[in-house]
């Protein structure tokens, strides 16, 4: 069941593997066009219920806490209908308790709810044109994905080079200044969704957290990179914010330097640690980085700015495509 996950299937998550299979377990195998739902997940979260149409994916068998749908009609129309509130609505209200804070449907339970379904032809219509929106949303991740690995790869060449190079090093400490967050967390976590008000960042994976309405104790002196000091993450910002922790630092850069390429050449070393402390005065201000001349520096974050720039582009058109979809959902199947 851990394969499948928010509508996504990932065979390399967890896998488990069978030599042989017997008779009983023949029944279990996916074919073309089948729909695998989870029906196990938590009390009082939608965590489950994700589902997933199989189209050219061989030798799977089916989790005994997933069921399997298969269409008498269109499994097409079908995958996207059991996406819609008008069947999740069904599927979490007839959910019951199971050992601890588990959360489970049964089959029964689905074959009981109930479901509008135009003609055949209808339904093909429906599941085609969502498939083809399916296959645009795939295309566009594509392009968003491409880009980012050839910034990678960009990256990790100049600044190979420029390791190789006659160009002087210098400790991080003479490049960039920090400044220690207190003054700019936030003190009210219940986060908003209005993106009109200040954003509460971290330096991890998830960079936004929410939205706060104070209007005080704002970081606003122009970009800087925020810098997890446990983790190592950092994010470059260009615009006002607050912070949840005061495990960031706050690094901008000193006179005829470049914050953008110091930021780029921080990304390339990729700083990962296991030890839980903190790293930035004890080992990170001490490292030796490459600088060139400050014109060489700016020719490299125009280069890197345009590339994010267009990441960004891509990445917006990726969100209104996912939009229009959950759009047509809503429109199509009341």
């Known amino acids: 069941m851990g394969n499948l996950y928010q509508n996504q299937l990932n065979l390399d998550r967890t896998p488990s593997f069978i030599d042989i299979i017997d008779n009983r377990q023949c029944s279990f195998l996916l074919k073309k066009n089948d729909i695998a739902i989870t029906l196990t997940g938590t009390n009082n979260k939608r965590d489950y219920g994700y589902s997933h149409l199989f189209k050219s994916e061989d030798n799977l068998l089916l989790n005994q806490r997933c069921a399997l749908i298969r269409a008498k009609y269109d499994s097409y129309f079908l995958s996207y209908l059991i996406k819609t509130s ?3 609505e069904q599927f979490f209200q007839s959910s019951a308790g199971g ?3 588990q959360a489970n449907v049964s089959t029964k339970d689905i074959e009981s709810f109930i479901i509008s379904v135009p003609k055949l032809k209808e339904q093909e219509k429906i599941g085609k044109f969502l498939s083809l929106i399916d296959e645009r949303i795939e295309t566009q991740n594509k392009i968003i994905e491409d880009l980012k690995l050839l910034k990678s790869t960009i990256r990790h060449t100049l600044f190979t080079q420029i390791d190789k190079s006659s160009h002087k090093a210098k400790r991080i400490k003479y490049i960039l200044d920090y400044e220690q967050p207190t003054k700019y967390i936030v003190e009210n976590v219940d986060y908003q969704n209005d993106v009109s008000l200040i954003p509460v960042l971290t330096a991890n994976k998830a960079f936004v957290l929410g939205y706060t309405s104070e209007d005080y104790s704002i970081y606003d002196k122009g970009d800087c990179i925020i810098f997890d000091d446990f983790t190592m993450d950092l994010k470059y910002v260009n615009f006002p914010f607050k912070v949840k922790s005061s495990a960031i630092k706050i690094l901008t850069s000193k006179s005829n330097v470049n914050l953008k390429y110091i930021f780029e050449y ?5 700083l990962t640690s296991n030890d839980h402390k903190r790293h930035y005065i004890s080992e990170v201000e001490s490292m030796p980085i490459y600088v060139p001349e400050v014109e ?10 345009v590339l994010d720039e267009k990441i960004v582009l891509e990445s917006h058109h990726y969100n209104l495509l996912i939009a229009q979809k959950q759009y047509l959902l809503s429109q199509l199947f009341i």
């Open 99 to 101: 050992t601890g804070n």
């Open 266 to 270: 921080l990304s390339f070393l990729d």
């Open 296 to 305: 060489m520096q700016n020719i490299f974050s125009n280069l890197f700015s």
């Open 86 to 88: 008008c069947f999740l």
